[in-house]
């Protein structure tokens, strides 16, 4: 039976939980045997903790039910801190740092019965300079970035759900690169207190799991929101298909589930229409990455100032950068991004979601690193709430996905939407499997 205990989805393991048929004891021992089977070959973690974590499972097991998370095995992403464990931020600046308090989204997956059986890998401070994860798909290729290990130990069944952030496209195209589901929030809907800043104005608390209803689950722990269980959806979806305005960086893999997804949606009964791209909104990528870099010369300056030397050729780039931006041009440029934010908003009047590329295409070999974010970055910027749907493959054998992007605050639609073109994408890509089992794994 423990065999295949690790590849239960969040929501089928929490529900064996709450009726008793299964221990949290038997979940975090099956979870830990997959971490030992595969971790030399992965390298998602950086810190485990195997017997707090049964112990904790048997008090758990012992006790009245704690919550809806109650005795899930669960990975947070080194960003944030934890106060049993060490918090890095992917840095060797903090190879000794052990926070006093665990971040808020910690303590609020904590309250409702999670276990944190470790942390996983980010990337050097949320940003470009890649850890040792691999793809579980293919150890050849990378898993994306920043939230590199979350994704991957998901992807690998080690865990259920993982804890990830997203300042540019750290959530989504890694999830979009592992084959799982990704969900990045509305901007501030999930407290960012305890997770290292990168950039004020868009860094947002999300994570991985197996389906959307499983990425549900815990956005209504982290969210407080219990709306976002209730992902039943009646009536025709309206669907707007936006290629983007980076749609000549989109491999063919890409563009070929772009269609096929509007075809398959179309076929089963959503209003699906193009989204036209106004021409000033040609320069978004790069607002975005201005606005991030200008940000990050402020949250990092303890580091460059005093640990210069400890930092990246890639880190130090992007602080240089962001020290050259004035704070007027900054100011302007948070304006330019609230004019186009507003033109966007105005597309919700006419669609449920949007639909767009996760990626420009499947994983990139690992040696050439994480991967671009331009196909996420406009979206961040927005702050709009986001999830990655995987259905598709490309000539590698890798995941493809899309990503369904939903109004600001709407979130609950946002997950109900993504759960019914899911449902459908998977259906007719792969009749007879459900999205974990797409992929060979190790």
């Not at 949007?354 to 040696?367: I, K, Q, R």
Request: overall charge neutral; hydrophobic content about 45%.
């Amino acid at each position: 039976m423990s065999t295949a205990l690790n590849r239960l989805g969040a929501l089928e393991a929490a529900r064996k939980l709450q009726r008793r048929e299964l221990t949290a004891v038997q979940l975090v021992r099956a979870c830990f045997a997959r971490i030992e089977q595969r971790e030399n070959t992965i390298h998602a973690w950086t810190a485990l903790q195997k017997q707090a974590a049964l112990d904790h499972a048997a008090v758990l097991d012992g006790g009245a039910l704690r919550g809806l998370l109650h005795g899930l095995p669960i990975g947070v992403k080194d960003l944030f801190d934890t106060v049993d464990l060490p918090t890095r931020y992917g840095s060797p600046i903090y190879e000794r740092h052990r926070p006093g308090l665990d971040a808020a989204s910690v303590a609020l997956c904590r309250g409702a019965g999670a276990i944190v059986v470790g942390k996983t890998v980010t990337t050097e401070f949320a940003t470009y300079q890649a850890g040792p994860t691999r793809n579980p798909r293919n150890e050849a290729y990378t898993p994306g970035g920043s939230s590199s290990g979350s994704a991957a130990a998901v992807a690998d069944d080690m865990v259920p759900f993982a804890l990830g952030s997203q300042t540019a496209g750290s959530i989504i195209r890694p999830a979009s690169y592992c084959g799982i589901v990704g969900f990045k929030p509305t901007f501030g809907a999930v407290p960012r207190a305890g997770v290292k800043s990168l950039a004020e104005s868009l860094d947002t608390v999300g994570g991985f799991a197996r389906s959307v209803p499983d990425v549900a689950l815990f956005a209504s722990v982290m969210m407080r929101d219990p709306r976002m269980l209730d992902l039943a959806y009646e009536g025709k979806p309206r669907i707007g298909m936006c290629r983007t305005l980076q749609w000549r960086h989109a491999q063919p893999e890409t563009k070929e589930a772009f269609a096929q997804a509007a075809a398959t949606l179309s076929r089963a009964g959503a209003v699906v229409q193009e989204v036209p791209l106004p021409s000033q909104d040609c320069m978004l990528v790069q607002l975005h990455a201005d606005i991030m870099a200008f940000e990050a010369s402020q949250s990092l300056a303890y580091e460059r100032l005093e640990h210069a030397s400890q930092l990246s050729p890639k880190i130090q780039a992007v602080l240089e950068a962001g020290s050259q931006i004035t704070a007027e041009e900054h100011i302007r440029n948070l304006a330019r991004a609230e004019e186009s934010r507003a033109r966007v908003n105005g597309w919700f009047q006419d669609f449920d979601v949007v639909l767009a590329p996760s990626a420009a295409g499947e994983a990139p070999f690992a040696d050439l690193g994480t991967g671009d974010p331009q196909f996420s970055r406009a979206w961040t910027l927005f702050g709009l709430p986001c999830l990655n749907l995987p259905f598709a493959t490309g000539p590698q054998g890798l995941p493809v996905g899309l990503q369904v992007i939903g109004q600001r605050y709407d979130d609950h639609r946002a997950l109900a939407v993504a759960a019914w073109i899911h449902e459908r994408l998977l259906a007719a890509n792969a009749p007879d499997i459900g999205a974990s089992d797409m992929w060979p794994r190790g």
